[in-house]
């Protein structure tokens, strides 16, 4: 039984995970690391901008040379894929319209790039600015798990009351370890992954979705 529901938003709202590693991938490319697409999506999905750049600069062994070109250009790029091709993830809108639960947005995008997102796809009529929770307003990013505390206490709700849905492992470490119950959309996490995280439920179309009320 559960008192609200914290939705991530890359993945599970909207489809922009793949428009995401094209951007990152052509950045690294220009950096000279030779990733395929498949390799970035397996190593960055789910993780903030700020962390994605620590772990490249990890594996290149020295920081990013002229780093904020590196910054705009993948900005830019990643920019112009969402505003042309960025869809939401098919039912979801029909969930949120009959959805009676309070719920609320968590995501590791910075807030420029949530309000385009949402924008962009029509969600913004869903999420007021006080029911959207990103990384730069609240100063933390999964997989830490005082992202997800935040977001519950700025709602009101106790998390161990919360259900979150997830796709990532960075997200879905940061929503256990909250406290939260946690669902499963379309996982890019591995079956024992799943298992080991104590993810309660796992789904794939969002027909299948449906919240028990107290």
Not at 57 to 81: A, M, V, W, Y
Not at 105 to 126: A, C, M, P
Not at 131 to 136: G, N
Not at 194 to 214: I, K, M, Q, T, Y
Request: aromatic share 8%; glycine share 6%.
């Amino acid at each position: 039984m559960f008192e609200a529901v914290l939705f991530d938003c890359d993945g599970v709202l909207v489809d922009s995970e793949i428009l995401a590693t094209r951007a990152l991938h052509r950045s690294i490319q220009n950096l000279g690391m030779d990733y395929t697409e498949q390799q970035v999506a397996t190593t960055f999905t789910g993780h903030s901008f700020p962390d994605c750049i620590k772990m490249v600069e990890q594996r290149l062994g020295t920081p990013i040379p002229d780093l904020d070109k590196f910054k705009d250009d993948n900005r830019q790029f990643s920019e112009q894929l969402m505003r042309t091709e960025l869809k939401t993830m098919p039912g979801i809108e029909a969930v949120l319209a009959e959805l009676t639960h309070p719920y609320a947005l968590v995501t590791n995008s910075r807030t420029f790039e949530l309000q385009l997102k949402l924008g962009v796809t029509g969600l913004d009529q869903y999420f007021p600015e006080a029911r959207r929770f990103d990384s730069e307003k609240l100063a933390v990013a999964k997989p830490d798990p005082a992202i997800y505390r935040r977001a519950a206490e700025s709602i009101g709700v106790d998390i161990t009351r919360c259900l979150v849905v997830e796709d990532s492992v960075p997200g879905l470490t940061a929503a256990t370890r909250a406290g939260a119950t946690v669902w499963a959309y379309r996982p890019h996490a591995t079956p024992e992954q799943l298992e080991a995280f104590g993810v309660a439920s796992v789904f794939h179309d969002w027909s299948e979705f449906r919240v028990p009320r107290a």
